[in-house]
């Protein structure tokens, strides 16, 4: 007989933490989650689907303006943010919901509270403790903010969401692909917007040439992009705007309605005993695991996005799933994430998986880059000055796919099927050997026979595309 009162209890109602309770209790465990805000966490509640059902009402614009070069007129329209939200409110607390009855149907105790770890087999929550044989810690992320001059008037993708209105003016600060996302929903809906980043380019760690053909087709759109570029302070003005201080061009300032921070996010560790009780901390505040979720204390383990690895949902739900198996079904098993493909809801949108080219050429010896170029079919007729970018990075001497990249409508789309094709180990010559779908974009990635051969010494910027119309 167990002596807990659990055999599993999961601090967090998030997508790594309700999955793995759910897999757990089905396969016999006695399993309690607690969740402190709302269940579904950061994806289902201020992250994901919010910010996908805002990138979709942010693309009518576009398709507004380029409905007339298609034969029709479009009268004047209006757009209502309150609206956007009290739509996008109902069907997160639909979503939210869902997420909790399919807990109690799994046969899951649900939990509301905020609860911490008080030994390697207690918890604690609303005062009250419980024992249990494995405590897995699933508390997500959280918004980092530079502690600057005036940091508390800014906002975070926490709270975009929930604004009464759409501010006129925007600055976000950052480069990663929630600032680039968020610049692409509040310009698509109407706001000027400035993106403010302190490196060189946008989307760090993306493959060069997707940085920097996104970044120069967000500037095409009317975002203004200031790179090499820092806030060093901030300031309520009376009339209830504020003043952007930079740091680094003398006493030039900005004038915006709202500031949105999208600097990174931090593990949520804080308050939750794992330092009391010698849980190991990596030093970016990620709790520590092993290929299996363990922490270093044998009954304790750790999920998505508080480790700080890949902070994706898929990512969380797997490792979610393996855990519980690990735990309570006949093998232990390590979460696979060697082809995670990845999408940015930007405007044109990135998908991508596999290697960049940077991180191929530090790999191989030698790599085939074919690169296309092109202007969509739809833009033939709407006039729209927007270019798709296609990349596959090929391993010369296997001749294995290693990574595909693409800039352009549909990216997240096309890319998750070519995900299946990288991971399974698909040759070039498999890509040149499927038969293209005619009249699309994607079969741009089984046509494409111009290469550039790169050795691991050549400098990776000199190197020449192929551009051309899709037609
Ligand atoms: P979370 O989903 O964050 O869940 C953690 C839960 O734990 C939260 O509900 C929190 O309230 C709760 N909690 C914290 N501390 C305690 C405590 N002490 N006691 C009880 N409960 C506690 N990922 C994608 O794959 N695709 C996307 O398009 C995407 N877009 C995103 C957009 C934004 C704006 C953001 C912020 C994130 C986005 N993500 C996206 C990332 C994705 O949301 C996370 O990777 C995912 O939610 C991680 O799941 P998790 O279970 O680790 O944590």
Redesign the pocket.
């Known amino acids: 007989m167990n002596p807990y009162d659990y055999q599993l209890f999961v601090?967090?109602?998030?997508?790594?933490?309700?999955?793995a309770a759910r897999i757990a209790s089905s396969l016999g465990a006695r399993v309690a989650i607690?969740?402190?805000?709302?269940?579904?966490?950061?994806?289902?509640?201020?992250?994901?689907v919010?910010?996908?059902l805002l990138v979709y009402a942010a693309h009518f614009a576009e398709d507004f303006a380029d409905a007339n070069g298609f034969g029709w007129s479009v009268p004047p329209v209006e757009f209502s943010w309150p609206r956007l939200i009290a739509a996008k409110d109902k069907e997160i607390s639909r979503l939210s919901a869902r997420y909790e009855d399919n807990l109690v149907g799994s046969n899951v105790i649900t939990l509301y509270?905020?609860?911490?770890v008080v030994d390697a087999h207690t918890v604690e929550?609303n005062g009250q403790r419980i024992t249990t044989e494995h405590i897995l810690i699933?508390?997500?992320?959280?918004?980092f903010l530079p502690q600057i001059p005036g940091i508390e008037h800014a906002i975070t993708?926490?709270e975009?969401?929930d604004l009464p209105d759409l501010p006129s003016r925007v600055l976000i600060v950052g480069g990663g692909?929630?600032a680039v996302?968020?610049a692409g929903i509040l310009h698509g809906l109407g706001a000027q917007v400035t993106l403010c980043y302190r490196g060189d380019q946008v989307l760090r760690g993306f493959d060069e040439d997707i940085r920097a053909h996104l970044q120069a087709e967000m500037v095409k759109k009317g975002i203004t992009v200031l790179l090499h570029q820092d806030v060093a302070q901030l300031e309520r003005l009376p009339d209830g705007s504020l003043s952007v201080g930079f740091a680094s061009s003398g006493d030039s300032s900005l004038a915006v309605d709202a500031v949105l921070y999208?600097t990174g996010?931090i593990p949520?560790t804080q308050?939750?005993g794992l330092d009391d009780i010698g849980v190991a901390i990596d030093r970016s505040g990620g709790v520590k695991v092993d290929a299996y979720g363990k922490t270093n204390i044998d009954s304790i383990h750790a999920?998505?996005?508080?480790?700080h690895r890949?902070?994706?949902?898929?990512?969380?739900?797997r490792?979610?799933v393996a855990l519980a198996k690990t735990l309570f079904g006949p093998t232990p098993i390590a979460t696979d994430l060697t082809t995670v493909p990845?999408?940015?809801?930007s405007q044109p949108p990135v998908g991508t998986v596999g290697l960049t080219e940077e991180q191929a050429l530090s790999q191989c010896s030698e790599i085939d880059v074919y690169t296309s170029i092109f202007k969509n079919m739809r833009h033939s007729l709407s006039g729209r000055d927007e270019r798709t970018l296609m990349k596959l990075i090929v391993d010369s001497a296997s001749q294995r796919v290693l990574g595909a990249h693409m800039v352009g409508s549909d990216a997240p789309e096309i890319i998750q099927g070519l995900a299946i094709a990288i991971h399974m180990g698909a040759t070039k010559a498999d890509f040149d050997e499927t038969v293209a779908l005619h009249p699309s974009a994607a079969e741009e990635f089984v046509t494409m026979r111009d290469k550039i051969s790169k050795k691991r010494s050549n400098d990776l910027s000199s190197f020449s595309r192929k551009s051309s119309d899709k037609t």
């Open positions: 601090i967090g109602g998030g997508s790594g933490g309700v999955r607690a969740e402190s805000y709302r269940y579904g966490g950061t994806c289902v509640i201020r992250g994901c919010p910010k996908k509270g905020t609860a911490r929550i699933a508390t997500g992320g959280t918004p993708s926490n975009v969401f692909y929630i996302e968020f999208a996010r949520n308050g939750l999920v998505g996005d508080v480790t890949i902070a994706l949902t898929p990512v969380a739900i490792e979610g990845s999408a940015v809801f």
